[in-house]
C-alpha cells in the first residue's frame, strides 16, 4: 500500500506543472490588457501604461514570468490580485470554505437521491420506474445550470416565496468566520437562527449544483447493478435461497459501489465547474464567482493562482479516491 | 410589510441596540468593492460603498445635480489670478468612533493635506503601500496640477496650483479626494499594519463602517456624530447581488429595498407592480461614433455629416435602447451646465446624405464600424447598433464592414491615430464639469488617447482650453456653447444617445435621489413603516 501511494504521488508532480503552465498561458492566451481595462474609456498614456507593465512585471519575457510565479508558487505566495492589490492565497482561501459548503451539501443531495434512484432503476429494470429515471436523469444531465437555477428562483423564491432569492445567510446575521463553513460556524457561535438560515439559502443553490451529479451517480448506480445482477455469484446467492433483499444489499450493492465511489470522486471537478456558473447565480461568494470576476478583469495573478490552487484541490481528492480505492478493491494496488 | 418590521427589529436585537424599531435598508448592490479606499480604486462600484457612505470631500455635489455645494469646507475663495484655492474648513467635523479607532481630536487642516499628500508625496506610507496606484488622482492630471498644499490655520487650507483650472474644484468632489483621517492612519502605520485602512475605513460620513463578508455583504451604520445630523435609517446593508435578474426577485420579495442596474426589459413590468417605484433619469452621458477625423474621405466635414444624416437615430434608440433613452446632438448631456439647446442636430435624411457625398465626389465608399464587445451604461447592445448602421448607410451606397475586439483591445486599438474605421464608444460623466467630456473626449491632446475621433481643430481647442482656465462659471459656459457650436459645423462624432438610468426602489423608500454621475448615496433616505 505504501509503494502504492508513493507512485501516485510521484505521478502528481509531472501532471501539477502541466497545470501551473496551463494555467499561466490561459488567462495570457486571452485578448485583452488588464492595464487597458482598468484604464477604460479614458484611457492611458504611453508612459504610465509603461510605468505600470514594469510595476506588475509584464514587461518581462514570458519564461521570466513563469519562473517567477513558480518560485513563488514554492513559497506558497501567488501574488496580488491586480484589482484589489490583496494577496491572492488570501482572497482564494477566504473564499474557499463557501464553495466546498455548497459542494458538499450537493454532493450530498445528488448521493442521497441518486444512488437509490439507481438501484432501484437496476431492480426494475425494463418498468416504468427504470424508465422514469431514466429519462429524468438524462434530462438532468443536459439542464442549462443558469437557466435551470433561475427557472427555480422565480418559482421557489418570487412566486412560492418559499426560499430565499440569493446570498448564503440572511443579512441580519453577521457570523464571524471560524471554518469558513457557514453551517457550522453559525452552531459555533450558538445561534439557531442563524444556521436555519443558511441551511434555508443552501436548498436551492446545492440543487442546482447537485442535479447533474445527481443524474451521472443515477445513471452509473444503475448500470454497474445491472452489471453485477448478471454475475455468477450473484446467480449463486440467489440459489442458495438468501434473500432478495440481502443479495441485493450486500452481495450487489458493495461490488457496485466500486465503480460509483469512482463516479462520485470524478465529480469532484464537475462541481467545482458547475459552481461557477452557480454562484453567480445565487451570488454565492464562493471561488466561482471570485474565479469569473477574476477573468472578466484579466487579473492574472489571481486567474493564475486561483487555476492552480483548484487543480491542486481536484487532484488531491482524486488521489484520494484513488486510495480509497485500493482500499475497497486490493486487486488494484498492482 | 411584517417582513420588513420583523427584520428590522431582529437586526436592531443583532446590532445590541436599544431602540427595537431599528431601521435597516438593504441595498442589492451589484458588485464587491474592490476595497474601502476610494483613493486607489477607479470604478463606482468601490465608490458607492466608500465615498458615498464612509466619507465625504471637501465639496460635494448637491443631490440630484452637478453643482458643488459646501461638504468638509463651509467656504472657498479662488485668488484673482486664478493659482490659489482657499478652503475654509467647518470645526465641527468629527471622525467615526468605532470598535477599531476613537479619534482624538475633530477634524482639521493635517487631515486634509495628509488626504492629498498620500496621494503624491512618495515619500508617504500610503504613496509606498500603493506603489503610487492612484489612477483617478493621476488621470485628472491633480500631481501637477497641485503645486502645494498649505495649512494657513487649524481650520484653513490653500491650494497652490501650477496653472488656473476651473475643473479643480469639481475634482475635489470626485471619491478619490475623501478626506482621511490622518491620526488613524499614522496610528495604523505605528502599529505596522497600513493595509488596514484598506479593509476598515474611518471617515467622517453619514455612515460608519461595521464588517465586509468578501462578495457577500456589508454592514454599516449610522455614524451618530455625523456633522449633518445622523441619518434617519440605523442600519445600512450592501447585499452583493451580481445578477439583475435575481436582483429583481430580491426587490420584489422584499429581501431589498433599493437596487440598481435593472434590465432595461424588466423596467415595464417593475413600473406595473404596486410594491416598487422605478425613478428615472437621463445619464449624465454620451454615446457616439467617433469617425477617424485623420482618415480618407473622413477628413471631410461634409462626409462626416453625410453619414451622420445617413444613420437613423431614433430608429437606435427605439431598437437598442427600447426607449430608454433620448436622441443625441451635443457631446455633453442635457443635464449639464452649459449645455446649448440651441444647436440643430443633422436631421435624418438619406436623399440629401447621397447628395452631400456625390458632391464630395465619394464613390461606393467602404468602411468599418466598430461595436463594443460589452454593455455600458450609455450603450445597451453596441452589435445591435452597428447593424442598424450598416443597414441606414447600405441606403445610400455606403458598404459598411462591422469589426469587434475584445473590450481591452478594442479601447488600445480605438486610440490609434492610424485606425481604419469609425468606432461607437461614449463616456459616462465623473465629475459634472463639460471639460470633463470636451476637454477629455476631443481636445487635441487627447489624439491618440481618449479623442477617438483623432480630431484637434484650432478653432474648438482654443475654445476649451481658455475656458478651463477662467473661473467665473457663467463665462464659461459661453464658451461652451460656442464649442458645441463649432463641434456640430465639424462633426468628428455622430453623437447617438444619451440613456436614462432607471433605479427600482420600493414603495416604502423616501428620500433617494438619483446621482447623476452614477453614484449611489443613501444621506437622508429613510423608511417609512
Known sequence: ?334 | MKKTLLAAGVAAMMMGATPVMAKTLVYCSEGSPEGFDPAIYTTSTTFDATSETVFNMLVQFKPGTTELEPAIAKSWEVSDDGLSVTFHLRDDVKFQTTDFFTPSRPLNADDVIWSFERQMDKGNPYYKLANGNFEYFNAMSMGELIKSIEKVDEHTVKFVLTEPNAPFLANLAMPFASIHSQEYEQQLIDEGKPQQANQQPIGTGPFQFVAYREDAAIRYQANPDYFRGKQPIDNLVFAITPDAQVRYQKLMAGECQVMPFPNPSDVKAMKQNDAIQVLQEPGLNVAYLAYNTQEKPFDQPEVRRALNMAINKQAIIDAVFQGAGEVAKNPIPPTMWSYNDAVKDDPYDPEKAKQMLADAGVKNLKMDIWAMPVQRPYMPNARRTAELMQADLAKVGVDVNIVTYEWGEYLKRASAVDRKGAVILGWTGDNGDPDNFMGTLLSCAGVGGANRSQWCYKPFDDLIQQARTLSDQAERAKLYEKAQVIFKQQAPWDTLAHSTVFMPIRKEVTGYVINPLGLHSFEGVDIQE
Open chain 1, 1 to 334: 500500500m505504501f509503494k502504492f501511494i508513493l507512485v501516485k504521488l510521484a505521478q502528481l508532480v509531472p501532471t501539477f506543472i502541466g497545470v501551473t503552465i496551463v494555467a499561466f498561458a490561459f488567462i495570457r492566451l486571452l485578448p485583452g490588457d488588464p492595464i487597458l481595462l482598468m484604464a477604460g474609456e479614458r484611457g492611458i498614456s504611453a508612459e504610465r501604461y509603461a510605468q505600470l507593465q514594469a510595476q506588475f512585471g509584464f514587461d518581462r519575457p514570458l519564461p521570466v514570468q513563469y519562473w517567477e510565479f513558480l518560485k513563488g508558487l514554492l513559497h506558497g505566495d501567488l501574488g496580488n490580485s491586480l484589482v484589489t492589490h490583496s494577496p491572492v492565497v488570501g482572497e482564494f482561501f477566504s473564499r474557499f470554505p463557501a464553495t466546498m459548503e455548497l459542494s458538499l451539501f450537493a454532493l450530498a443531495f445528488a448521493v442521497i437521491i441518486g444512488l437509490p434512484a439507481g438501484v432501484l432503476a437496476a431492480i426494475r429494470r425494463g418498468k416504468t420506474l427504470d424508465h422514469t429515471v431514466v429519462g429524468i436523469s438524462l434530462t438532468g444531465y443536459s439542464m442549462p445550470i443558469f437557466w435551470w437555477g433561475l427557472l427555480l428562483i422565480m418559482f421557489f423564491s418570487g412566486t412560492l416565496g418559499w426560499t430565499p432569492v440569493s446570498g448564503r445567510i440572511s443579512f441580519m446575521y453577521f457570523i464571524e468566520p471560524v471554518t469558513g463553513f457557514m453551517t457550522i460556524d453559525t452552531l459555533l457561535a450558538g445561534d439557531w437562527g442563524a444556521f436555519l438560515s443558511a441551511l434555508h439559502h443552501l436548498i436551492l443553490p446545492a440543487i442546482v449544483l447537485g442535479t447533474i451529479p445527481l443524474a451521472v451517480i443515477a445513471r452509473q448506480t444503475r448500470s454497474s447493478m445491472l452489471e453485477v445482477l448478471g454475475e455468477d455469484y450473484v446467480r449463486t446467492a440467489r440459489a442458495k435461497g438468501l434473500s432478495s433483499y440481502r443479495v441485493i444489499m450486500v452481495h450487489t450493492l458493495r461490488n457496485a459501489l466500486i465503480s460509483v465511489v469512482t463516479v462520485i470522486g470524478l465529480q469532484v471537478g464537475l462541481l467545482l465547474a458547475g459552481a461557477i456558473l452557480t454562484e453567480t447565480i445565487f451570488s454565492w461568494p464562493g471561488i466561482g464567482k471570485w474565479m469569473i470576476d477574476a477573468i472578466s478583469r484579466r487579473d492574472y495573478p489571481s486567474v493564475q493562482g486561483g487555476l492552480v490552487l483548484i487543480a491542486f484541490i481536484v487532484m488531491i481528492v482524486n488521489l484520494l479516491v484513488d486510495l480509497a480505492y485500493g482500499v475497497i478493491n486490493p486487486r488494484i494496488r498492482h
